[in-house]
């Protein structure tokens, strides 16, 4: 098998749950949409089937035989930290949901689920595309939308989201609440617009997992831009402060 994916796969996904059967009818309803799909039953396998094969994104189910969902996350993210992860598991307490994203899970679905919300939910966080590391000084994406915050000058393109000329590293879900913000520069977003906004009407974003990427998101562009950027508008929501935007 070569690292590239056939022509009429949306992506490859490694989907990680230890139930046999739930396993093989999450994989066939993926396929017939066009994904490409591998199973492993157990994280040690998923491991040594990522030092072989490339994949878009992981399904992984935390309560697994042997080493655990978390450490697999940790460890498949320090293999390939351009992966997305997406936890599927019972485990549905406030606790058992940060956990899987401070272990670097971009999204949460509990089960049972239905194949309409993964399937929307996989929409939502799967990567689009690859991008270099650095843009030339001065230089913006092809078919970029040019938005001032302050001194900050965003570039938003197909291929990412870039600030004074350099590509903001960000996990695929902070990427889109970026956007989000961006494209709404001075209004204020709640947690039950970004969810419909991030989701739509077929899936559910629960108050903790918006809470924990608006958290992630402040703190790597302070990372990045030295700013947290997005401000918190006590007990409504979060907002960028007003921007312009140029028109191409």
């Not at 450490?71 to 307490?93: F, K, P, Q, W, Y």
């Not at 590509?167 to 419909?196: M, Q, S, Y």
Request: one cysteine or more; hydrophobic letters at 45%; charged letters at 25%.
């Amino acid at each position: 098998m070569t690292d590239e994916p056939p022509g009429n796969a949306l992506a490859r996904i490694l989907l990680v749950e230890d139930d046999v059967e739930l396993a093989s009818a999450v994989a066939a309803g993926l396929c017939s949409e066009f994904y490409e799909v591998t199973i492993a039953n157990d994280g040690e396998s998923a491991l040594e089937i990522m030092q072989r094969q490339h994949f878009d994104l992981m399904l992984l189910d935390l309560m697994l035989p042997g080493i655990t969902g978390l450490e697999v996350c940790r460890l498949a993210l320090e293999h390939d930290n351009a992966l997305t992860v997406m936890v599927i598991t019972a485990l549905s307490g406030v606790n058992d949901t940060v956990q899987g994203l401070e272990a670097g899970a971009d999204d949460y679905l509990v089960k049972p689920f239905g194949v309409a919300e993964l399937r929307a939910r996989l929409r939502a966080v799967l990567r689009r595309g690859s991008r270099g590391e650095a843009l030339a000084v001065g230089e913006e994406p092809p078919g970029s939308e040019i938005i001032g915050v302050g001194s900050l000058v965003f570039a938003v393109s197909a291929e990412g989201v870039s600030c004074n000329g350099r590509w903001i590293h960000l996990r695929p879900r902070e990427e889109e609440l970026l956007r989000l913000f961006l494209k709404r520069p001075g209004v204020v977003l709640t947690r039950a617009t970004i969810e419909r906004l991030l989701i739509g009407a077929q899936g559910v974003l629960s108050r903790t997992t918006v809470d924990w990427h608006v958290y992630q998101l402040r703190h790597r562009l302070e990372a990045e831009l030295g700013t947290a950027l997005v401000e918190n508008v006590h007990g409504v929501g979060w907002k960028l402060p007003p921007g312009t935007t140029s028109p191409r």
